[in-house]
């Protein structure tokens, strides 16, 4: 296994994705700022539910927002990923379409149909397609001022979502809180996560050392699912490696049978928690134990991340930190530039005629 605390192995970011990860916190207090006139458009006033349409990283940042908004908001505000939206959607559901490229094809199919529909929309992209079409269309537009990947940008596509969603009443959050959320990222990841910690007080860097070798599976509970499923995203993407996202308390009714049966899970699997004691349910927190305990019996190492009593922003972004640092160490372990995607450029390219 090669050594993490080697300054050699940082050469193998070449597209500097440390860069990015590392100022995630800064990034989301400049979007905010930077996000100081966004308004919802016309037509929001009296909206009946709020969909947030988009893909990967885009849709992350709405998965965070829809988690907040559902301890906090009388109306409804869901994620959607895919070709369509809901059937319930019209004239009275505000839908704000996210696309870093502006060239995500479902992204574009969720804007057309949105607009067909006559919903009230709003645009956060980079340019492209979509930003051609929104100008063209008068809806409203949101431009992302930053350069990086896109699984990279997500401050970027948060904080408009965030300033909007306030500002509508649905979130109980202002600017003071998004500070305070980026500033406690930039705490986590300039100290205990850095490259410059050795491994032997760099948590991420021991949690990349657990999981190397074998298929992570990362448990989040109740509202930290959404981080489970971006640490897992970032494990595949950054770090190239196969995993699942798994959800607590849902999993204690099937996944646990299957992790804990036969000599292949102790050899292959490894667990990460991503959980809070003091604000998740108390009955996620039992079973998430519970859960834990049986794999450690079965030999699956667990690696466990609380993230403590914290407000609700602050937690998915010290939970994002996490799930990118882990997964940037994993791509060094592997030997591996943690920024290229070739598969999923492959995938998005035009198909090649006959």
């Known amino acids: 296994m090669r050594d993490l605390d ?42 009946t539910a709020v969909v947030l349409a988009g893909m990967g990283g885009s849709a992350t940042a709405g998965d965070y927002v829809a988690a907040i908004a559902a301890r906090s908001s009388e109306i409804p505000v869901t994620v959607c990923r895919g070709y369509s939206l809901p059937n319930y959607v019209s004239e009275r559901t505000l839908v704000i379409v996210s696309s870093y490229s502006g060239d995500t094809e479902e992204a574009l199919s969720l804007y057309d149909d949105a607009w067909k529909r006559g919903a009230p929309l709003l645009c956060i992209t980079h340019g ?5 079409r929104a100008a063209a269309d008068g809806v409203p537009i949101y431009r992302i001022a930053y350069e990086s990947a896109p699984r990279a940008a997500m401050a970027h596509g948060l904080a408009p979502l965030l300033r909007v969603c306030a500002g509508l009443g649905l979130l109980p959050l202002d600017g003071d809180d998004v500070r305070g959320a980026g500033a406690a990222h930039a705490r986590l990841t300039s100290s205990d996560l850095a490259p410059s910690n050795p491994v032997s ?3 991420a860097k021991q949690a990349a050392q657990l999981l190397f070798g074998r298929i992570p599976f990362v448990f989040g509970s109740d509202h930290l699912a959404s981080v489970a499923l971006r640490f897992r995203n970032q494990l595949a993407e950054n770090g190239k490696v196969l995993g699942a996202a798994e959800v607590v308390p849902e999993s204690a009714h099937n996944l646990v049978v299957g992790l ?32 834990c305990e049986q794999f450690q019996e079965c030999g699956i190492p667990v690696w466990r991340i609380d993230l403590g009593a914290r407000p609700l922003l602050e937690q998915f972004l010290l939970g994002t930190a996490w799930g990118d640092y882990t997964s940037y160490y994993l791509a060094l372990l592997n030997g591996v530039d943690p920024t290229p995607i070739p598969q999923i450029e492959r995938l998005k390219a035009p198909p090649v005629a006959l």
């Not at 990034?27 to 966004?38: I, P, R, T, Y």
């Not at 492209?128 to 051609?132: I, K, M, S, W, Y």
Request: aromatic letters at 2%.
């Open 201 to 203: 007080r760099n948590g």
């Open 260 to 291: 804990t049966t036969g000599e292949t899970a102790r050899d292959s699997l490894a667990v990460v928690t991503i959980e809070s004691r003091e604000t998740c349910d108390p009955r996620s927190v039992r079973q998430m134990d519970g859960q």
């Open 6 to 47: 080697d300054p050699g192995l940082l050469a193998l970011d070449r597209e500097g994705m440390l860069g990015h990860i590392s100022s995630l916190g800064h990034e989301l207090w400049a979007a905010w700022q930077q996000s100081e006139e966004l308004t919802a458009p016309a037509g929001s006033d009296n909206v």
């Open 128 to 132: 492209g397609q979509l930003a051609g």
